[in-house]
């Protein structure tokens, strides 16, 4: 890259014009998929979707809580390398990211975006917290970026011992993810078979890898050995927000 640095995103590989590589901002990732049609070279980064870009491809992402701003609560997705691939920031009802916001237990709804590494908005996030249900059985929704239904993530025991929570596609369950003993801090992902996917290891705070990287509380590396498929990728993929922040203890 040349003169005016660009924006994240895909851009055909020098080395290789069968195929893009991810550009985080400032330099060049080890990440690359086939060229999305031709060997010509791209200068405009590729549409930002669900189930696409590096978010969905690494195998190991940490998750970073971030310190607050406003009452708003955000994290950060970074890779092995301390890449940042994504993030997660609550919004008012109207997606507007950096406002001042009630305590987190004055909030009727909570509201995040969820971003890829450009700033692109994949996913909108709601939970609801005015209601016996949502004390006791947390739950969080996911639309896409044009509000179109994703799916869901439910706390069916929390805060009771060994915790679990489900991934729903509307109606159908299609995987859940559980701490694997009692005072364990793993959680193992299985899709809707009951086919281990992912695993989710949370690290206490002060034991970051990453310390150039600010953080305000717990982390949480998301291991998947191999890519899932959509939706369920992205329910995987804001699982460890869930674990952390949507079924956390009100405070």
């Known amino acids: 890259m040349t003169g005016t640095t660009p924006p994240p995103g895909w851009y055909t590989d020098s080395n290789d014009p ?16 086939p060229h ?7 200068t405009e980064p590729a549409r930002s979707v669900l189930g696409r870009g590096p978010l969905y491809e690494v195998q190991e992402l940490l998750v970073i809580e971030q310190p607050p701003k406003g009452n708003a609560a955000s994290y950060v997705y970074v890779d092995a390398d301390g890449h940042q691939l994504g993030s997660v920031h609550q919004t008012d009802e109207h997606g507007r990211v950096g406002v001042t916001l009630p305590p987190k237990q004055e ?9 890829d590494a450009t700033g692109a ?26 509000r179109r239904p994703v799916g869901a993530i439910r706390a069916d025991t929390w805060g009771l011992g060994r915790n679990r929570s489900s991934f729903y596609v509307g109606d159908n369950r299609v995987g859940g993810l559980s701490e694997t003993s009692w005072l364990s801090s793993t959680h193992k992902v299985t899709d809707g078979d009951k086919r281990e996917i992912a695993e ?16 305000d509380g717990d982390s ?3 291991h998947r050995p191999h890519r899932v498929s959509e939706p369920l990728g992205t329910l995987v993929l804001l699982a460890p927000f869930a674990v952390d922040h949507a079924f956390h203890p009100t405070t």
């Open 18 to 33: 069968s195929s893009v590589r991810w550009w985080d901002g400032s330099a060049w990732t080890r990440h690359t998929r």
């Open 220 to 222: 949480y590396w998301l």
């Open 121 to 146: 908005v994949l996913a909108c996030i709601e939970q609801a917290n005015n209601s016996m249900g949502a004390i006791f059985k947390p739950l969080i929704t996911i639309t896409d970026a044009n």
């Open 200 to 215: 989710i290891v949370k690290r206490e705070f002060g034991n970051n890898p990453l310390p150039d990287i600010p953080a």
């Open 107 to 115: 909030q009727a709804t909570a509201h995040f975006r969820f971003f």
């Open 36 to 42: 999305p049609g031709s060997s010509t070279e791209s």
